[in-house]
């Protein structure tokens, strides 16, 4: 990208920061009205003076990422005048609730005058249009939705983490505390002043709840609490995900067949997941919420799909999300400027750039100098001090290369739903192991068998054909072993008593319905220790022999030491075939390709 100064907004000519300053100046300039941004205002002479003829609609929407940007801006300046424009954001946003009248319900948008103007008739929501009972001569447009409200949570969290001084802080704690007091009262719908719901405001487990709102009404708990620091909120948290599974819908946010859907829903889970996944601890959640990330990740990089790049990288350290096709997504960006149109000139709000540009600054994906794609790539690296960790990394232990760490304690093993010599469900415990992240791949194998054979496009395919015998040789010459099955269920499984490695629920997009497909292929089906390809692709030995549980009351005369366990199913299996607690049996010299039987390894682990 060229050097210089360029008039025409949004100033493609100039290095980025100082562009940045700029499209914040003419956003000041134009699209501001008491602290709130209107995405498109109609300019003078054909528009209003005070540059409040626009698109109200999405005021909320455009102010919440408006004060995200100038949050993360005052955490890399520490400039007070930055504070100061924050500080303004935000007094507009408790102004959006202020203005209703009622305690926790808040507006789209707002402006002042003696009359209705008439261009709330020409937009989306002409009957929503009210005159404050708290603030003289002024309108407010109802009906806020999702979108508002999760932009006004993204505000507020990032204000009071990043620039807020104490009061400050306390006041957007209180407004945070407002909102979702109304919302809990409602039973999680979001009411308008007549306590109807509004139009995209269902978050109700009384529902049939829809997976991204699923996920939104999580982040909304988490940020509550967060800010406010008040356990109604921890416990309504609790609720969603102890009573009604929502977490497990989190997961499938993302669906990675069928329609594309809207992009803005894109963004929103993006918001959802940051907030859930900055603030949650528990290393069983944040396993399902990466899950859902590596699902977006997937979505966006097959539809090309830059603008949220930061955000995943930020969410994820441990694999590069910012390449240069993000760098040039940065460099050409372009959502922004003044249109003439057949009713006169408007001018489109530059926030997004904003929000990408200072959140790449602070969590150091963009140098303060860059001046384009390359300059931005070559002067930078990820803060992996900022970023979360795997859920399933384990503090002062280092892994083997390939394996990951399942800690000593009890789990809950086996299930009274499926084949009888699953019964009972009953709590079993293993010492601390390591295990391999995936099966063994035909080039892993050929490593210690170099006899074995296999077209170059399978080199990541698991390796399957070897008899339990040769299994166990494999795993020795490695320092390893095949891990018994209690030790398998409980890597697939977790300690939560869930169904597959991924939670509770079946989902055809967890696994490739065809013949063996690479390891690793699908991050999002991995168990809470990380463990992939634990349900399809191919079954894996363990080193059990085929025993009723204790407490089973069911006699088969394949038990006994004659028949070794196979566990996870193999991809022309039933789904059910795919539940952790299933359990299968063949003889130790089975070769059959029919049952495409493969293998991972576990290590002891420190005590």
């Known amino acids: ?229 008040k356990a109604v909120y921890e416990r309504a948290y609790r609720d969603l995900v102890d009573k009604h599974a929502y977490h497990e819908r989190a997961v499938l946010t993302r669906p990675l067949t069928g329609p594309v859907g809207v992009p803005w829903d894109n963004t929103l889970g993006m918001t959802g997941l940051y907030f859930v996944m900055k603030y949650e601890t528990d290393r069983r959640m944040l396993g399902f919420y990466r899950a859902a990330l590596e699902r977006y990740r997937k979505h966006l990089r097959d539809q090309k799909i830059h603008i949220y790049d930061f955000v995943v990288q930020a969410l994820s350290r441990d694999v590069p999300a910012v390449t240069r096709e993000t760098y040039e997504y940065l460099a050409t960006w372009n959502h922004a400027g003044t249109h003439k149109r057949q009713d006169g000139a408007w001018q489109t709000a530059g926030h997004g750039y904003l929000r990408q540009y200072w959140m790449g600054r602070y969590y150091g994906l963009i140098g303060p100098k860059a001046t384009g794609a390359a300059d931005a790539a070559a002067g930078t690296k990820p803060r992996t001090d900022l970023m979360i960790a795997p859920p399933w990394d384990a503090p002062g232990i280092t892994c083997p290369e390939g394996m990951t760490y399942v800690p000593a304690g009890p789990f809950l093993m086996g299930g009274n739903r499926g084949d009888d010599d699953e019964t009972p469900e009953h709590l079993a415990e293993t010492g601390p192991f390591f295990i391999d992240v995936t099966p063994v791949t ?83 089906t991995a168990s809470p220790y990380g463990c992939q390809d634990m349900a399809g692709n191919v079954w894996q030995w363990t080193s059990s022999w085929y025993q009723p549980y204790d407490g089973n009351k069911v006699p088969s005369e394949q038990y006994g030491e004659k028949f070794k366990v196979i566990r996870g199913g193999a991809s022309f299996s039933n789904f059910s075939f795919k539940r952790a607690s299933h359990r299968y049996y063949v003889a130790t010299n089975t070769r059959s390709y029919g049952y495409a039987i493969g293998l991972r390894c576990v290590k002891d682990a420190p005590k």
């Open 442 to 524: 035909n080039a892993q194998w050929k490593k210690v068998y170099p006899n074995h054979t296999f077209d170059a496009k399978d080199a990541d395919k698991p390796a399957t054909g070897m008899s339990f015998e040769q299994a166990e040789a494999y795993a020795k010459a490695l320092g390893k072993r095949l891990p018994t099955e209690v030790e398998w269920e409980k890597a697939a499984r977790g300690s939560d008593g869930r169904l597959y490695p991924w939670g509770s629920f079946w989902d055809p997009t967890m696994e490739t319905p065809d013949d063996r497909w690479p390891v690793a292929q699908q991050p999002w």
């Open 1 to 229: 990208m060229a050097s210089g100064d360029s008039k025409e907004f949004p100033f493609p000519g100039l290095p980025w920061a100082q562009r940045a300053e700029r499209i914040e100046q003419e956003l000041r300039r134009v699209n501001l009205y008491e602290g709130h941004v209107l995405a498109d205002v109609l300019l003078p002479p054909e528009g209003h003076p005070d540059h409040i003829t626009g698109n109200h609609e999405d005021g909320m929407n455009n102010t919440g990422p408006y004060l995200a940007a100038l949050c993360y801006k005052v955490a890399v300046t520490k400039d007070p005048t930055d504070q100061q424009h924050a500080k303004e954001a935000a007094q507009a946003i408790e102004k959006m609730e202020q203005v209703t009248g009622v305690p926790g319900c808040f507006c789209r948008s707002y402006y002042r005058t003696d009359n209705p103007l008439d261009f709330e008739t020409r937009y989306f929501f002409p009957a929503e249009w009210h005159w404050s009972p708290t603030m003289p001569k002024t309108r407010w447009l109802g009906d806020p939705s999702s979108d508002s409200l999760t932009h006004l949570m993204e505000g507020c969290a990032l204000y009071f983490d990043l620039a807020a001084d104490e009061p400050g802080r306390q006041r957007i704690a209180a407004l945070v505390d407002r909102v979702m007091t109304r919302l809990l009262t409602y039973n999680f719908r979001l009411t308008d002043v007549d306590g109807k719901m509004t139009l995209w405001g269902d978050f109700c487990p009384d529902s049939d709840i829809q997976e991204l709102n699923a996920l939104l009404a999580l982040m909304y708990m988490r940020v509550a609490y967060h800010v406010t620091g």
